[in-house]
């Protein structure tokens, strides 16, 4: 029996402790304006340039199987 509550309160202590980072994002439509390849984390990856209406530019990564249009534009989540 003492097993089963101790259990039960490290869960609960766990659970109340562990904290949740928000991070607010707005979606923007924006341009791909470029496409470049690179190495990171021993993996090969594209890195995609985007071009929000405000002209902001901010980067995404992709998986180097997709395939991507520069010049097309789409909907994407962007850090306030």
């Keep these: ?18 904290s949740y980072k928000e991070v607010q994002v ?8 470029r496409i470049d390849t690179i190495s990171r984390y021993n993996k090969t990856e594209k890195v ?5 209406s405000d002209n902001v530019r901010f980067v995404s990564y992709a998986d ?3 395939n991507y249009i520069v010049g097309s534009r789409m909907m994407v989540l962007m850090r306030r």
């Design 26 to 33: 707005e979606v923007v439509n924006a341009e791909l304006v």
């Design 64 to 66: 180097i199987g997709s």
């Design 1 to 18: 029996m003492k097993t089963i509550v101790s259990i039960a309160a490290i869960t609960m202590l766990c659970s109340c402790a562990a």
């Design 48 to 52: 995609l340039t985007w071009k929000s």
